[in-house]
């Protein structure tokens, strides 16, 4: 938000909208077996004079994508897949405006020295890509957020 800020786009994490819908799970495979799944999620910051949105999809936020009765011991996160149901949802509900980042949960290189902090940085590298093309997106459509 810090970025988004700087460049005059001003979102508050107060008064967020929620929003829910059904989809097939994505959590797990043997989720696909029992049929869809309620997801409800509050949005992450908002701007309520221009009716804007934003909601970052974690991986806590992709666990929401998985049927209770379905448990395993290995999980696996999709959440570009994720956050690209949200946006269509988004769509198909036409209640604000919304962009939807993701956390692009960035594979650890072991065999490396300080794998922790280099994955950290270009996770960070690649959502800051994220949040960049959506300020350019909105400076090429002339999309004003007070």
């Known amino acids: 938000m810090d970025k988004l800020k700087a460049e005059g786009y001003n979102f508050s994490r107060e008064n967020t909208p929620s929003f829910s819908f059904n989809v097939l799970p994505i959590a ?3 989720d696909k077996q029992k049929g869809k799944t309620n997801i ?3 949005m992450d910051a908002y701007s309520l004079k221009s009716k804007w949105a934003i909601q970052f999809i974690s991986t806590s936020d992709h666990d929401k994508f998985k049927n209770d009765d379905c448990w395993s011991s290995v999980s696996a ?3 570009k897949q994720a956050a ?3 946006n269509q949802e988004l769509k198909k509900q036409k209640r604000t405006n919304a962009v939807v980042f993701y956390d692009p949960v960035v594979t ?3 065999e490396k020295e300080n794998n922790w902090e ?3 940085k270009e996770a960070k590298n690649l ?3 994220q949040v960049d093309d959506f300020i350019k997106w909105l400076k090429t459509n002339n999309i004003a957020i007070k």
Request: hydrophobic content about 45%; some cysteine.
């Open 108 to 110: 650890i290189n072991y």
């Open 77 to 79: 996160y999709n959440l």
């Open 40 to 42: 409800e999620l509050k």
């Open 118 to 120: 280099e994955a950290k």
């Open 28 to 30: 797990n495979e043997c």
């Open 84 to 86: 690209e149901i949200i």
């Open 127 to 129: 959502l800051l890509a």
